[in-house]
Structures are given as structure tokens and as C-alpha cells.
């Protein structure tokens, strides 16, 4: 079981580093960016990155949720030669949610 979420962005400036943490804080460090007592500051891109990461965990459960029903949809009420393409990706995304690599 992964840490829950939201995940955050802590650290940024001083000397500290740049880090992801869960919702407790106390908690131990998901991830550095950026090391500790490295000898520049966090760059714009490692914001971004980090911004990007806590972005991406957060909103997973709620995008697989509405994938699933997207799928639903698409395998009743909407199943037609256009949208079978569409149906298939959608079928193989949340496939790839649910593996373990």
C-alpha cells in the first residue's frame, strides 16, 4: 500500500532541499528532489517536477473513477463503430492503473 494522499511538496530554499511528503508531515520523506545541503537552490524545473509528481498521485483515484465510468458508458449505451476505438484505450488505460510495474 502506497502512502495516502495528498501527497505535498516540502522543503525549498535555505539549504533544505526540495522533498515529497504525505499528509503527515512527520512522516517519512516519499521522495527527494533535491538534496539536502546541495550546493545551489531548488530550479524552477524542480518545483515543476515536484508539482507535476503530487499533481499526477492526487488526482489518480478520482481519474481512474471516472475512466471506469467513462467505460461503463461507452460499452452500453454509446457502443458504435466510432467510438469502439475509443472504448479500447479507455479499457487499456485503466488496465495500466491497476498493474503492478
Not at 530554499?13 to 531548488?42: F, H, M
Not at 460499452?75 to 495500466?96: C, Y
Request: proline letters at 6%; charged letters at 25%.
Amino acid at each position: 500500500m502506497h502512502t495516502a494522499t495528498p501527497w505535498e511538496i516540502g522543503g525549498g530554499g535555505g539549504g533544505l532541499g526540495l522533498w515529497i511528503t504525505g499528509p503527515d508531515k512527520s512522516a517519512n520523506v516519499i521522495c527527494d528532489l533535491v538534496p539536502r545541503k546541495r550546493p545551489s537552490e531548488p530550479e524552477d524545473e524542480d518545483y515543476a517536477n515536484a508539482q507535476f509528481i503530487c499533481r499526477a498521485v492526487n488526482s489518480h483515484d478520482a481519474l481512474v473513477e471516472a475512466l471506469k465510468g467513462v467505460s461503463i458508458m461507452l460499452n452500453t449505451a454509446l457502443v458504435s463503430h466510432e467510438s469502439e476505438p475509443w472504448a479500447i484505450r479507455v479499457r487499456e488505460a485503466i488496465a495500466l492503473t491497476e498493474s503492478e510495474k
